[in-house]
């Protein structure tokens, strides 16, 4: 007689999906949240690498837990911003916006500085 408890006949059709998101496993890097909905999409609606530099500009804020973060441009590519031009034109795109105010000084990374969405 077989044994019922076999795991070999259990069949994954019988069990439903989750419904829960799936949570990040221990060790691996996530993007901490909420992130107001109106800034995702004032950002989104910006040209180019705007929204990708933005995420990244939100990642390195929560994990350092605060609005203001030193962003280089070397760093914002190397996370998904593309190229250190398109993330500088990002980062332009996002403080015209009025998402970010960006504080920069020869010779050091921009300082960069999330606010509410406008509006």
Same mark, same amino acid.
């Given at each position: 007689?077989?044994d019922?408890?076999? %795991?070999?006949?259990?069949d994954p059709a019988?069990f439903?999906p989750?419904?829960? %998101?799936?949570?990040p496993?221990?060790g691996v890097?996530?993007? @901490?949240?909420?992130?107001?909905m109106?800034?995702?999409t004032?950002?989104?609606a910006l040209p180019g690498r705007?929204?990708?530099?933005? /995420?990244v500009?939100?990642f390195?804020?929560g994990?350092?837990?605060?609005?203001?973060?030193?962003?280089?441009?070397?760093r914002?590519?190397? /996370?998904?911003?593309g190229t250190?031009?398109?993330? @500088? @034109?990002?980062l332009a795109?996002l403080?015209?916006a009025?998402?970010v105010?960006?504080?920069?000084?020869?010779g050091?990374s921009?300082v960069?500085?999330?606010l509410d969405?406008?509006?």
């Amino acid at each position: 007689m077989p044994d019922p408890f076999d %795991p070999a006949r259990l069949d994954p059709a019988d069990f439903p999906p989750p419904t829960t %998101p799936p949570r990040p496993r221990p060790g691996v890097k996530f993007l @901490r949240g909420p992130i107001p909905m109106d800034w995702l999409t004032a950002a989104a609606a910006l040209p180019g690498r705007a929204l990708a530099v933005g /995420l990244v500009v939100w990642f390195l804020a929560g994990c350092e837990r605060r609005r203001t973060v030193a962003a280089t441009l070397s760093r914002l590519a190397a /996370l998904g911003a593309g190229t250190r031009a398109a993330a @500088r @034109r990002g980062l332009a795109a996002l403080e015209a916006a009025g998402l970010v105010a960006v504080e920069r000084h020869p010779g050091r990374s921009p300082v960069v500085t999330i606010l509410d969405a406008p509006g």
